[in-house]
Structure formats: structure tokens, C-alpha cells
Nanobody
Framework: HVQLVESGGGSVQDGGSLRLSCVVS?????LAWFRQAPGKQREGVAA???????STAESVRGRFNITKDKVRNIVSLEMHSLRPEDSGTYYC???????????????????WGQGTQVTVS
């Protein structure tokens, strides 16, 4: 059973930066970050595939960057120029199985972290 533990959330001012990290208990092929604000649907923010192909939501493109460390099984999300609308709970997700392309659909991920809160004000 794959386990994911996120860290790095917090409160930051409009325009600030945060770095989220997610430690994955074993190697998985496709990793992603999702977020959910109160009253809204979960949104796929960024994903990285087995071949390091990236997929980033238009709302964060140019501001957020997803990377993964295959040796240490860590996936990170660097967030810059944060806006109040970026606030929410951020979840790390993992999918077992080779994927050439990255997917930001929640249905494609079997394992999820507990979430970390990001507040931008």
C-alpha cells in the first residue's frame, strides 16, 4: 500500500512563494498535486509522468513547477506569485503503472496524501 505524506503548507501573503513536498513510500510512475478550496471541486494543479512529461493547469502555468526526485521518491511543487485564489488544501497523489503522458484527472490516481493547507491573503 503506497503512502504519501505532504508538508510545506502554510500562510503567505499575496505574491509570496511556498514549496510543497510529498514523500512517497515507494516508487510510483505518475505523481500529481491537486487542490480543493471550500465549496469547489478538486482541481488537478500539476502532474509529472513516468517520463517526466509535465501537465500544468492553465491557472498556475508559469507560477507553479512540479518536480520529482526518483531516488528519494519525493515530488515537490514550487509555487510563486501566489494569489488568494490559490488557497486551499493541496493533495499529493500517486498512480502505479507506466504512463508516458501526465494526467491531472483525479480518477487516474489510486493513492492520496492527507493534504496540506495553503492560505494566501
Amino acid at each position: 500500500h503506497v503512502q504519501l505524506v505532504e508538508s510545506g503548507g502554510g500562510s503567505v501573503q499575496d505574491g509570496g512563494s511556498l514549496r510543497l513536498s510529498c514523500v512517497v513510500s515507494e516508487y510510483t510512475d505518475c505523481l500529481a498535486w491537486f487542490r480543493q478550496a471550500p465549496g469547489k471541486q478538486r482541481e488537478g494543479v500539476a502532474a509529472i509522468s513516468s517520463e517526466r512529461v509535465l501537465s500544468t493547469a492553465e491557472s498556475v502555468r508559469g507560477r507553479f513547477n512540479i518536480t520529482k526526485d526518483k531516488v528519494r521518491n519525493i515530488v515537490s511543487l514550487e509555487m510563486h506569485s501566489l494569489r488568494p485564489e490559490d488557497s486551499g488544501t493541496y493533495y499529493c497523489a500517486a498512480s502505479v503503472g507506466y504512463r508516458l503522458t501526465a494526467t491531472r484527472l483525479s480518477k487516474d490516481y489510486e493513492y492520496w496524501g492527507q493534504g496540506t493547507q495553503v492560505t494566501v491573503s
